[in-house]
């Protein structure tokens, strides 16, 4: 049960996470370059939950495999 509570968090900070990184894209055409675009978001903590989200849901996978006995 752990473990699906686990990936369920790692799946729910990666969803928060690209989707704010994708509506950061909307400054491109605003007139940002690509370089100004991830100095933005380097800052922003919001976007940091896409990698955590991705770290929690493999140490889910990884860590408690399931077994098919």
């Not at 989707?19 to 909307?26: C, E, F, G, L």
């Not at 100004?36 to 940091?48: A, H, P, Q, T, V």
């Not at 955590?52 to 493999?58: C, H, P």
Request: charged content about 10%.
């Amino acid at each position: 049960m752990g473990k699906i509570i686990i990936f369920l968090i790692g799946f729910g900070l990666a969803v928060s996470g690209g989707v704010t990184m994708i509506a950061y894209m909307n400054f491109l055409p605003a007139g940002i370059t690509w370089l100004e675009y991830f100095l933005f978001i380097k800052g922003r903590i919001e976007c940091y939950f896409l990698p955590a989200g991705f770290i929690l849901m493999a140490f889910a996978i990884y860590r408690f495999p399931i077994s098919l006995k």
